[in-house]
């Protein structure tokens, strides 16, 4: 079938995420001619609004600072984690590509320069090949005014910390035990004068995901990549069952644009689409996702319409949140580990450990809600102690809880347990009992109900000064509850993808032409998380395989070797 063409590349990348802008790089790498389209008048996608971790062992970052893994290691954690979820061959694709798409943005451009997110465990240390000192790194701050034109065309988080204070999540760590330890108090400091150095060069610096999406627009630019904005892929182009190309609407029009080596899909989940949750999620029945406000399912529903399949599509990158004025969510990570806290749920009852990782925290909540209810919204309940000692979805240590949020029912507080209980609809005996029970553990030092601060995942964020990082009494009124919903970072199901990236029928063919990274497609992690990073590091990871295939130069994993640092 022959088609009226208005423009014609070898590459169409879909979505500007990290996936996205990763596999445009290496496309155009590769000598091929390359467009990047993207829906929104922004680019970043999820990336530019997520902390910026990149979970991939034995990157270049990584061999500098004496951190390489065996590559069975790497191997045996994954498959440990993942367990047979994820057919094997995606799972050591990644575990030999991921080192090497990372060197390979860093020999593509001077822009692309990260460091070790030092000590941040594994979210499973204790499995084989774990690493209680972790595999995270994240990109290094830059300042945006690099960007020049293309800076206000960046997805923004809106935070902004006062006199543009700009920290690494390093630095948060650090900063994190500020009332606690010599060295959140060098924080601070390194943090004071930050700002005064802001002041006078008038920087204006990004860290996190902003900062590693920047990196790669700046990359992008320098190698000539045309990135189109508000250009919404309204359909993908096929004939007899291979992706030719796809319809763009742009300026006003439709316009066909033939990608004569492949389509890549990198539009993110369907975090957003009020119809896909209700059939796929419908454990959760409200939108609490804090992906970019366009994942609506896009690339979704495009490689559903040339008869790709689907998997995973029940499960997210789960994320316990606290619901702010206008709307806003708040993600309780470093707070889970919190001591002198507990999480309860309806009945006033702990159900799991308040530390594990995210994913397994609302796994284990959603299950239970399931089975008996009571377990949305659940209670993160804290005594005054902790609330003057650490840092509470950005309150810092002292700094009153906003009046704003006990208007809206996030917060609640009280003189006593009993009168908290009232004020949450908890059962006052119960909730007491629980609190006594963790107190005697705090005491004991030991977590025998949920083995809370056994791993060194739970500790990191935990207190070092504690013998159990994770564990202190509840005892010094007033006594706070923060309403907790189960949040997500994005959906992680999406269309089926072989080793290679590319999109397969239910029957295990492949949809020629077609490519998927990122959420868009389902997830290497299974129903798991190995690490911080774990949905950026495959992303770029399988972007770059994905554009390698495309251009005539396909990753074998058999053969790979690592890095040189």
Avoid at 50 to 68: C, F, H, K, Q
Avoid at 302 to 325: T, Y
Wanted: proline residues 6%; charged residues 20%.
């Amino acid at each position: 079938m022959e088609f009226e063409w208005d423009q014609s590349v070898d590459v169409v990348v879909v979505g500007s995420g990290a996936g996205g802008m990763t596999a445009a790089l290496t496309a155009s790498a590769a000598g091929a001619s390359v467009v990047l389209v993207e829906k929104s008048d922004r680019y970043g996608g999820s990336t530019a609004l997520s902390g910026g971790g990149i979970w991939a062992p034995n990157n270049p970052t990584l061999l500098r600072e004496g951190l390489g893994d065996d590559p069975d290691d790497v191997r045996r954690y994954l498959h440990a984690v993942v367990g047979d979820r994820v057919p094997a061959a995606r799972l050591d694709t990644f575990a030999a590509a991921a080192p090497l798409a990372l060197s390979f943005l860093e020999k593509q451009s001077p822009h692309m320069r990260f460091f070790w997110c030092r000590g941040y465990s594994d979210y499973h240390p204790e499995f084989p090949g774990g690493r209680p000192n972790g595999r995270s790194i994240e990109a290094r701050p830059f300042d945006k005014r690099q960007l020049g034109p293309m800076e206000p065309e960046m997805l923004d988080t809106g935070i902004q910390g006062p006199a543009g204070l700009w920290v690494t999540a390093t630095d948060f760590h650090d900063l994190n035990q500020v009332t606690r330890t010599w060295t959140g108090k060098k924080a601070l400091l390194r943090a004071a004068g930050r700002v005064a150095s802001n002041v006078v060069r008038r920087r204006r610096m990004a860290t996190t995901g902003s900062a590693l999406v920047g990196r790669l627009r700046l990359a992008l630019a320098e190698a000539g990549v045309e990135v189109w904005l508000s250009a919404p892929v309204k359909s993908l182009v096929a004939a007899d069952g291979t992706v030719a190309g796809v319809e763009v609407e742009r300026n006003g029009r439709n316009q066909l644009v033939e990608a004569r080596r492949g389509v890549i899909l990198a539009t993110g989940g369907f975090d957003h689409d009020p119809e896909l949750r209700a059939k796929y999620l419908s454990m959760v029945d409200h939108d609490w996702s804090m992906g970019a406000p366009t994942n609506t399912g896009d690339g979704i529903r495009l490689g559903e319409e040339v008869g790709a399949a689907l998997d995973l599509m029940d499960d997210a990158w789960w994320m316990p949140a606290i619901e702010q004025p206008k709307g806003r969510l708040f993600p309780l990570v470093s707070e889970r580990s919190m001591p002198g806290s507990i999480i309860v749920n309806q009945a006033g009852r702990r159900f799991t450990n308040e530390s594990a990782p995210y994913v397994n925290f609302i796994h284990d909540q959603l299950r239970l809600h399931e089975q008996e209810g009571g377990h949305v919204p659940v209670w993160f309940i804290m005594d005054q102690r902790a609330r003057q000692r650490y840092t509470f979805a950005a309150v810092a240590p002292y700094q009153p809880i906003p009046k704003s949020w006990y208007g809206i029912g996030t917060m609640f507080s009280s003189s006593t347990i009993e009168g908290l209980a009232a004020k949450i609809d908890v059962p006052a005996e119960a909730l007491a009992a629980t609190v006594e029970r963790f107190n005697a553990a705090a005491r004991r030092g030991r977590d025998d109900d949920f083995q809370r601060g056994d791993s060194a995942y739970d500790r990191y964020y935990g207190d070092p000064t504690l013998p159990n990082p994770c564990l202190n009494e509840l005892v010094k009124a007033p006594f706070h509850a923060a309403r907790v919903v189960p949040g997500d970072l994005g959906t992680k199901g999406g269309l089926v993808t072989d080793e290679h990236g590319r999109v397969q029928r239910e029957d295990g063919s492949v949809v020629e032409g077609l490519y998927a990274v990122g959420n868009t497609s389902a997830s290497v992690m299974g129903n798991e998380y190995a690490g911080a990073g774990a949905t950026i590091g495959p992303s770029l990871t399988f972007g770059w395989v994905a554009a390698r295939h495309a251009t005539g130069q396909p990753f074998d994993a058999a053969t790979a070797t690592l890095p040189t640092p």
